[in-house]
T-cell receptor, first 113, second 111 residues
Framework: KAGVTQTPRYLIKTRGQQVTLSCSPI?????VSWYQQTPGQGLQFLFE???????NKGNFPGRFSGRQFSNSRSEMNVSTLELGDSALYLC????????????FGSGTQLSVL | QKEVEQNSGPLSVPEGAIASLNCTYSDRGSQSFFWYRQYSGKSPELIMS????GDKEDGRFTAQLNKASQYVSLLIRDSQPSDSATYLCAVNSGGYQKVTFGTGTKLQVIP
């Protein structure tokens, strides 16, 4: 069974640009969560989708948005990039809607110059 | 107060010893608790989950949960150099899938 796939693996952008990250969950998994990981803050919850609905959102500005498609694939968008957005963005999938174990992808390393 | 707190370490233990990793959480309504291991440059991987008070053993790993004290711990017996990694405590504090992570404890097992 294929794992969680995130693309691209690396991204370099400049301030003010926007970026879209993609995540394909494990087959049969319907929940997709997104996290931002930085050395100082650790893993910070961005949002979670289940059946195309955003059910939870973390404490991030509105520049961070996402969506989930009917095949459970998810995208995350960051607009008007800032230097502080440089981080590893991790996607995780889980089978069901509640209290489930997370399976992480390899992440997208975003560098904002 | 952070929702999930861990000592950042590093925690250094000799090979063969027991490593004890601790975590406290703030939300009394939390329902499920996890330990993830993250090697440098890799993504987190689940190693233990625990849902009720008491101990849960899986091989060399034992997770302990005390909801009254809002405390979760992970014991690693017979520690090996390959156990050297950052261990992340994670808590699901809502009915939905909102999992909050601690900042992790770095474990170093000295040969």
């Amino acid at each position: 069974k294929a794992g969680v796939t995130q693309t691209p693996r690396y991204l370099i952008k400049t301030r003010g640009q926007q970026v879209t990250l993609s995540c394909s969950p494990i087959s049969g998994h319907r929940s997709v969560s997104w996290y931002q990981q930085t050395p100082g803050q650790g893993l910070q919850f961005l949002f979670e989708y289940f059946s195309e609905t955003q059910r939870n959102k973390g404490n991030f500005p509105g520049r961070f948005s996402g969506r989930q498609f009917s095949n459970s694939r998810s995208e995350m968008n960051v607009s008007t990039l800032e230097l502080g957005d440089s981080a590893l963005y991790l996607c995780a999938s889980s089978i069901g809607p509640n209290n489930e174990k997370l399976f992480f992808g390899s992440g997208t390393q975003l560098s904002v110059l | 107060q952070k929702e999930v707190e861990q000592n950042s370490g590093p925690l250094s233990v000799p090979e063969g010893a027991i490593a004890s990793l601790n975590c406290t959480y703030s939300d009394r309504g939390s329902q499920s608790f996890f330990w993830y291991r993250q090697y440098s440059g890799k993504s987190p991987e689940l190693i233990m989950s625990i849902y009720s008070n008491g101990d849960k053993e899986d091989g060399r790993f034992t997770a302990q949960l005390n909801k009254a004290s809002q405390y979760v711990s992970l014991l690693i017996r017979d520690s090996q150099p390959s156990d050297s990694a950052t261990y992340l405590c994670a808590v699901n504090s809502g009915g939905y899938q909102k999992v909050t992570f601690g900042t992790g404890t770095k474990l170093q097992v000295i040969p």
